[in-house]
């Protein structure tokens, strides 16, 4: 019988190499971030090279230890090279987040076919293919590993905001994330997601630009800090999450309807 500490909850990742994707701004700097301080070594990845080097030095003069790559997550090479990458410098990746991800801010029957390309490869074939890559490296080893993925509010509600292809991507996401879950419960490979409202981000702030402050219309009139999403990301890394999988976490602040 397995005996648990009192509480059952710990937020010391040191003995974790985790890799992020999208980190070069918004939820993902911020993640990466969150994860370094906690101990974990970590991967942190976008296709700017000159922000990822600036986060490397954010995270080091914490003590932090990381690793800039470049990536491309509309590329099967360059997602497998950053795996193979990471587990050179780190070891095995046990911690992934799947957070990189573009809106299409088009309506639909007014989308280019490049256009549809990138919001699905980069939204949703990248994450399935990064996520197959990282468990099919733990089941090899026969190691336990945790995976999140960034959903959004909009994959369960659609304002009709020149989102919609964002908004079935993210739905595919949060599915993927029950499917893979049952797939690979029996190797210990925890997945789930957090599917956040309006929060801080490049993003967030292009739809702002676009369609004026509907933050007032919320209940509590603000788009939130990525920090507050920080508790959510280390729960679902700690142990107290251990029988935690195949579940969509909405953290919208009241923001939605239900």
Request: contains cysteine.
């Amino acid at each position: 019988m397995t005996t648990y500490p009192n509480p059952n909850f710990s937020i010391d990742l040191k003995d974790h190499v985790a890799l992020v994707t999208g980190t070069t701004s918004g939820l993902g700097r911020r993640f990466a971030l969150v994860l370094a301080k906690c101990g974990a070594k970590v991967a942190i990845t976008g296709r700017r090279v000159e922000r990822l080097e600036t986060l490397a030095k954010e995270i080091r003069a914490g003590g932090g230890e990381c690793l800039p790559l470049r990536l491309d997550m509309t590329d099967r090479a360059s997602i497998r090279e950053v795996a193979d990458e990471t587990e050179r410098a780190f070891g095995l990746i046990t911690l992934l987040v799947n957070n990189a991800g573009i809106p299409d801010a088009q309506r639909a029957h007014k989308m280019s076919d490049a256009l549809v390309d990138s919001v699905f490869d980069t939204n949703l074939r990248g994450p399935w293919v990064l996520s197959c890559e990282v468990a099919r490296r733990l089941i090899e080893a026969r190691k336990p590993g945790r995976m999140v993925n960034i959903s959004s509010i909009g994959a369960f509600q659609y304002g009709g905001n020149g989102a919609a292809l964002y908004s079935v991507t993210k739905a595919a996401l949060a599915r993927m994330t029950e499917a893979l879950a049952v797939e690979w419960a029996r190797f210990h490979i925890n997945v789930n997601a957090i599917a956040p409202g309006a929060f801080s981000s490049e993003m967030m702030d292009g739809m702002l630009e676009r369609s004026g402050d509907f933050s007032q219309a919320f209940p509590r009139k603000r788009v939130c800090d990525p920090a507050l999403l920080d508790s959510t990301l280390l729960y679902l890394f700690s142990p107290a999450s251990e029988a935690v999988t195949g579940t969509v976490i909405k953290v919208d602040d009241g923001q939605g309807p239900r």
